[in-house]
């Protein structure tokens, strides 16, 4: 007698431990680690689970469930995804199934819904409302209750459906369904008869008298990929339609007569691209980047991480490029990681040039069925050799991964903050390389405190290229003191007046300008000129930013947002002034300025969609636009050839603010944005507004000094306690009860300090103490680089459970991030 077996799958929900399923006899040949399974889970709902071990081990419980269903013949995740799926969990104390809705499109994962069907029934005892409900459901046969009450247009329809439900009129079942469905296309061919020369004649004969159906005969049959072979004449039916011009009836016709078939094609949402691999080559390499290339070979013989650190403009990519081939040459795939999807545009059309249909792109801005068609594809016999995306894209599952590249790794768009897991992509790929054997490469002109400290320390390997591709010269650099021009009148608007004249002398030489802001909308508050009103949103501490565009006022945090009034609605009076300003605001007072100048917005309001992304980077691209007015996103490795100008309106907004990274992200930034000046044989200028001219991190950007910058910071890092001499763990404590939060947190604070000591700093309010309804406190725990990590926050989650387990404090929402900023 066989032993019973045992599945612990792992479900899409926020536990620490996997749930152990009994396998049915009939499902013990398909069950395997990786593949998904329909378990219930609760009193009712059923989800899609992911095995995660199989065992004869039978669990210390009363009664154990049967796994419903298996979905999948094959694993979707790998044992190495597993085994990074752990790293995660464990280092950012989060659970797997948290890692698993990070890691699987939404369309791999699968929960019920609970549906509304119809019983038998009298129609005579039946009311008017109930009739509506029963008619709706005749045409369905199934709904959810939300789909119900919404095509329902009745009042009360809660009502109705309880009393129905009571009478047995109508029954709830919970049923499980994938969003993701094969796209499929209807293609045309000639009927299997017709594939015969002699018989198509007489088939074209006999329709002398229906001209229009002829001639889709005849359309149908030029399809054909070899002149004596009919069979293989098939084309796609919205083209025929549009070739012949005829309408769908003329096809219908043809179809019902037998004459020609309908088939559908399951067909790929994935662009491909249309270059020959074969016909294209990287671009020769200048001395200086054949020498950079040669050191990474040599570093990587003795280091599985390098920096390159290359100025802007040094053709970084360029060197990626031969890095790739390199990789593929020896059947190694490689991982492409980018901070922004903006970057994507430019950089997938530079390697599909060079490496066509090898190359996939995954990111956020696909829709979820185009991610699980990537992902499935990685899965397949013939997987993408390269992949270029952003953080989620390490989630993949690469078979024989070489190499991977992480662009801009200083790019604090790698982390993820909100939900869990709040990992950074560039360690996780550096944790990933190292469990596969893979290299990594990290690039930037600006790199992170920690990463330059890795590599001055030799834990990482270290290759310079600090010069400019083709010659060019980095920038020439104006610093505008802001005070001294608005005392000199010498402001108009946000403007200074060096500014507008050199974008003026820009424009007059047919050459762009790129303007930095790093705030949205149109103004980031309106007040009340006469009382000094400002309007704030309802449910979080902060100012409502008013945008001109939509003539909205919006909470950037929780989405709230209301018409701009017309009065103050504090003492009535109309004098409402916008305060401050953002990328919205600047372009509406640079067409003041510049009404011939065709200008755009490139921020999170303009580029919602991808398309617009693509509209916007390639017409700036091409010339068609002459000043381009952004947010950090202008700031990330764009290369624009005919960019003469950089303007930074307002320096001071990220000197200011209050983070231990707050100026190596100033420094960062404006070095980044600095960069897009400059063209071929021509010198580019970056003109900074400030009212800190003297600030340091001005004075290394004006003097390109990078290396007194960066032991500045790491003395004051280590002054202070700071990475890379210590981690940080912040755990923030949320509550719709102020004070009620205040006694919880104080409690978590005084336990850890009790064992940790002053390195736990805290409760304190976060700069937007109140989000969402609900008040926020952070505690912030250091952690000296020799001290056991691993026990601190087995400690740390251990005071968590222990608070939460405790009635009176258990609604308090607790989330832990392990290197928080």
Not at 123 to 152: A, F, P, V
Not at 215 to 225: P, V, Y
Not at 249 to 278: C, H, M, W
Request: hydrophobic residues 40%; neutral net charge; contains cysteine.
């Amino acid at each position: 007698m066989t032993s019973q077996l045992y599945a612990d799958v792992i479900l899409p929900l926020a536990l620490q431990a996997t749930y152990t399923y009994s396998v049915p006899f009939e499902m013990e040949k398909m069950i395997q680690p990786g593949v998904r399974v329909v378990v219930s889970f609760g009193q009712r709902r059923l989800y899609s689970a992911l095995v995660y071990r199989v065992h004869t081990e039978k669990p210390q419980v009363q009664q154990v469930k049967d796994i419903l269903q298996v979905i999948d013949t094959t694993p979707i995740v790998l044992p190495s995804q597993y085994k990074l799926w752990e790293w995660l969990a464990e280092y950012y104390m989060c659970s797997l199934g948290e890692v698993m809705k990070a890691a699987l499109p939404s369309g791999l994962k699968m929960e019920s819904d609970t549906y509304i069907s119809s019983g038998e029934f009298d129609e005579i005892d039946l009311s008017d409302e109930e009739m509506t409900l029963i008619h709706l459901l005749g045409q369905k046969r199934k709904l959810t209750i939300q789909q119900l009450t919404q095509k329902s247009g009745l009042k009360h329809p809660m009502s109705v459906i309880k009393s129905m439900l009571e009478r047995k009129l109508l029954f709830i079942t919970e049923d499980i369904e994938s969003d993701y469905r094969a796209k499929t296309e209807n293609y045309i061919a000639l009927a299997p008869e017709y594939s015969d020369e002699k018989k198509l004649c007489e088939l074209i004969d006999s329709l002398k008298r229906a001209p229009a159906q002829q001639r889709l005969i005849l359309a149908i049959a030029s399809q054909a990929t070899t002149p004596n072979d009919l069979s293989t004449a098939r084309v796609l039916r919205k083209t025929l339609l549009e070739k012949v011009d005829v309408s769908a009836s003329v096809l219908k016709s043809l179809i019902d007569k037998g004459y020609i078939v309908q088939d559908e094609v399951e067909t790929s949402r994935i662009d491909n691209a249309n270059s020959d691999p074969a016909t294209c080559n990287p671009l020769a390499l200048e001395d200086f980047q054949i020498n950079a290339l040669n050191e990474i070979q040599n570093q990587f013989s003795s280091h599985d991480v390098v920096l390159l650190h290359g100025v802007t403009s040094s053709g970084k990519t360029e060197l990626y490029i031969h890095l790739i081939n390199q990789a593929l040459q020896n059947g190694k795939q490689v991982l492409y990681l980018l901070p922004e999807i903006a970057l994507t545009t430019q950089i997938i059309n530079r390697l599909h040039k060079v490496f066509g249909n090898r190359v996939g792109v995954y990111h956020s801005k696909f829709s979820d069925s185009q991610r699980v068609e990537v992902y499935l594809k990685m899965l397949s016999e013939e997987p993408f050799d390269v992949i270029l995306g952003v953080r989620s894209s390490i989630f993949l599952p690469f078979s024989n991964l070489g190499l991977v590249i992480v662009d801009e790794e200083h790019e604090n768009t790698f982390k993820q903050y909100n939900p869990a897991p709040r990992y950074h992509a560039r360690d996780t790929a550096i944790v990933l390389a190292k469990q596969v054997g893979a290299k990594v490469l990290l690039g930037t002109a600006t790199p992170a405190v920690e990463t330059y400290f890795n590599a001055k320390s030799g834990k990482f390997g270290l290759v310079k290229m600090l010069e400019r591709f083709s010659g060019l010269e980095l920038p020439r650099t104006i610093v505008v003191d802001t005070r001294d021009a608005r005392k000199r009148k010498r402001m108009k608007s946000h403007f200074s007046d060096t500014l507008l004249s050199a974008i003026e002398n820009a424009l007059s030489q047919k050459e762009q300008v790129i303007l930095f802001q790093n705030r949205r909308g149109y103004a980031p508050f309106i007040e009340c000129a006469d009382c000094g009103w400002v309007p704030h949103c309802e449910h979080c501490d902060v100012t409502l930013t008013y945008h001109k565009y939509t003539n909205q006022l919006t909470c950037h945090y929780c989405g709230f947002g209301m018409e701009q009034m017309g009065s103050c609605l504090a003492c009535g009076s109309t004098n409402l002034q916008p305060k401050g300003f953002g990328t919205e605001k600047v372009e509406d007072e640079l067409s003041v300025f510049f009404p011939d100048a065709v200008i755009e917005r490139i921020d999170l309001d303009s580029t919602r969609s991808r398309s617009s992304y693509e509209r916007i980077i390639s017409g700036f691209e091409q010339g068609k636009i002459d000043i381009l007015v952004g947010t950090q996103m202008v700031s990330k490795g764009l290369d624009f050839d005919r960019v003469s100008l950089v303007g930074i309106l307002n320096a001071d907004n990220m000197l200011n603010f209050p983070d231990f990274r707050a100026f190596e992200r100033s420094f960062q930034l404006i070095t980044q944005v600095s960069g897009r000046a400059g063209r071929k044989g021509k010198q580019g200028l970056v003109i900074i507004q400030t009212a800190q001219p003297d600030h340091p991190v001005i004075k290394s950007v004006t003097g390109n000094n990078f290396f007194t910058f960066w032991e500045w910071q790491l003395a004051e890092r280590n002054r202070f306690h700071y990475p890379p001499f210590y981690r940080l763990v912040r755990i923030t404590l949320k509550h719709k009860d102020k004070h009620h939060l205040e006694d919880t947190a104080e409690n978590l604070a005084k336990t850890l300090r009790h064992s940790l000591g002053e390195n736990v700093l805290g409760p304190e309010p976060p700069i937007i103490s109140r989000v969402q309804g609900l008040y926020i406190l952070e505690i912030l725990v250091k952690i000296k680089r020799e001290q056991p990590l691993q026990r601190i926050k087995e400690f740390i989650r251990y005071s968590i459970t222990m608070l939460k387990q405790k009635r009176e404090t258990s609604t308090v929402v607790i989330a832990i991030d392990v290197d928080p900023y």
